[in-house]
């Protein structure tokens, strides 16, 4: 099973990088190629990815192939392929293209999944949003799925939920990565070294993460008032944090983010 990367941008190699951490599939059977040269191929001598030297030879060597240009590029790119796409099964990964505006160029009896992942997949730990079409069935897609249940967890969703899973879950790294170096550089501010106070903001993230999707019952803000004993330090810094306008920040970001 060989699969192939149209666009070699950073989530093409976050996913790249995870499916080799997982051993789904051996450097040699992934190829890539993109319209930066000087991108594509650094990146297939550090990893062992093989680059072929056009979008059509990507089509052509693969069973699988990952659409991973830009929105503008992507109608020209199915263009260019569709002729080679026969017993492939097609993945996207590009955010603002349905299903349907695939079906449109390529036709329907292509299999088709799209994937909506975030940067965490590098490392396995990732969230994936998935739809499919109606052509994608049996052994190709399960094996289409599976090359993202390797890299963490996956969600079906409508595609109408697409721009909100984006926001929280393809937005979100940033988010909560801007919230740790918060918390480090207030650890900085009473001594600690940035170091330091990086790997304790980061596994309090982490284990307090590992008790919400572990618990059967409890919700976070359950987590929230077991932490807050009453007259103590906790609920006086969630106050302060609330009066400072925290969870509509948060918010306000999320709306942000899914309006653009």
Not at 7 to 34: R, T
Not at 52 to 80: F, G, R, Y
Not at 115 to 123: F, K, M, R, S, T
Not at 178 to 189: H, N, T
Request: hydrophobic share 45%.
């Amino acid at each position: 099973m060989k699969i192939g990367f149209i666009g070699v941008g950073e989530m093409a190699q976050a996913i790249i990088k995870g499916l080799i951490n997982a051993n789904q599939f051996d450097p040699s059977d992934i190829y890539v190629h993109s319209t930066h040269q000087t991108t594509y191929e650094p990146f297939a001598k550090e990893t062992g990815v093989v680059a072929v030297d056009s979008n059509i030879e990507v089509a052509k060597q693969t069973d699988i192939v990952v659409l991973a240009v830009i929105p503008n590029a992507a109608v020209v790119v199915l263009n260019e392929i569709k002729s080679q796409l026969a017993d492939k099964t097609l993945i996207s990964i590009i955010g603002s293209l349905s299903v349907t505006e695939i079906e449109n160029v390529i036709g329907t009896s292509i299999p088709i999944l799209r994937a909506l992942p975030n940067i965490n997949v590098e490392g396995n730990v990732g969230m994936t949003a998935l739809a499919d079409n109606d052509a994608l069935i049996g052994d190709k897609k399960a094996v289409a799925v599976k090359t993202f249940e390797v890299l963490g967890e996956v969600s079906w969703q409508q595609e109408s939920k697409f721009a909100i899973f984006s926001a929280i879950a393809g937005s979100g790294p940033a988010y909560v990565d801007f919230f740790i170096d918060a918390l480090s550089r207030a650890g900085v501010k009473y001594g600690l070294t940035k170091k330091e106070a990086t790997e304790i903001a980061a596994m309090t993230l982490q284990g307090s993460s590992h008790m919400v999707l572990n618990s059967k019952n409890q919700t976070p803000m359950d987590f929230v008032d077991a932490v807050c004993s009453p007259g103590g330090s906790t609920v006086a810094g969630l106050l302060a944090m609330e009066e400072a306008g925290f969870m509509n920040s948060v918010i306000k970001g999320i709306d942000a983010t899914v309006n653009r």
